[in-house]
């Protein structure tokens, strides 16, 4: 399976904006972005004109990047979110927001979205009672969530990190169980990306 393995911090100073990847780092003034505040590379610093296409391109690839999927899976989203009801844009992001790793950082069980793919791939939760490891699953309205028994004593889980839980979900932290309360909805979003430009791109 195809994925990035190149440092976290080229991201966020290529798309010019906190992605969020590094989990606590980011929030530090260790951050890559905030020491260098312009693009990775030899001409990284050079001037750059965007045309119409280079602005869609990249609130495609920011979009991508701060929930950690790759060409092929965000293609595929986009297209099950032009089929849905609404505005594509806004479904897309709900399907992105309804993916069970993301559903583990928001619920603060993991420092940042690539660590809670692999919370999820070790088999560290259960959803609805049963194991599920499949960080791309889609979560619905209803659906609890919760460290499995046998992972309770880990130190991980132990000291959580203390993130604000969005207001569509819930979660315990004394039981290590969250349920999806609600749908979140395009307010719920804070990355701050236009999807409408991810619209026009993909409608060429």
């Known amino acids: 399976m195809a994925r990035y393995t190149d440092a976290s911090c080229r991201l966020c100073r290529r798309e010019g904006e906190k992605l969020f990847l590094k989990g606590q780092r980011c929030y530090t003034g260790k951050?890559?972005?905030?020491?260098?505040?312009?693009?990775?590379?030899?001409?990284?610093?050079?001037?750059?004109?965007?045309?119409?296409?280079?602005?869609?391109?990249?609130?495609?690839?920011?979009?991508?990047?701060?929930?950690?999927?790759?060409e092929t899976q965000f293609r595929n989203?986009?297209?099950?979110?032009?089929?849905?009801?609404?505005?594509?844009?806004?479904?897309?992001?709900?399907?992105?927001?309804?993916?069970?790793?993301?559903?583990?950082y928001r619920m603060g069980l993991a420092a940042s979205r690539a660590e809670a793919r692999q919370l999820v791939t070790h088999g560290h939760?259960?959803?609805?009672?049963?194991?599920?490891?499949?960080?791309?699953?889609?979560?619905?309205?209803?659906?609890?969530?919760?460290?499995?028994?046998?992972?309770?004593?880990?130190?991980?889980?132990q000291e959580l990190n203390g993130r604000n839980v969005p207001a569509w979900l819930t979660f315990n932290d004394e039981a290590l169980k969250g349920t999806v309360a609600q749908i979140p909805g395009r307010d719920d979003v804070d990355l701050e990306v236009k999807e409408t430009l991810i619209v026009e791109l993909y409608s060429k």
């Open 31 to 70: 951050c890559a972005l905030a020491r260098r505040s312009f693009a990775p590379g030899q001409h990284g610093q050079g001037r750059k004109k965007t045309s119409e296409y280079g602005t869609q391109i990249r609130e495609k690839q920011k979009a991508k990047r701060f929930y950690g999927v790759m």
């Open 77 to 104: 989203t986009y297209d099950k979110a032009s089929r849905m009801k609404g505005k594509p844009g806004e479904n897309l992001l709900m399907l992105l927001e309804m993916r069970f790793d993301n559903i583990i």
């Open 125 to 157: 939760f259960t959803v609805n009672g049963k194991k599920a490891d499949i960080p791309s699953m889609q979560l619905a309205v209803g659906d609890v969530v919760e460290v499995r028994e046998t992972s309770r004593k880990s130190a991980k889980f």
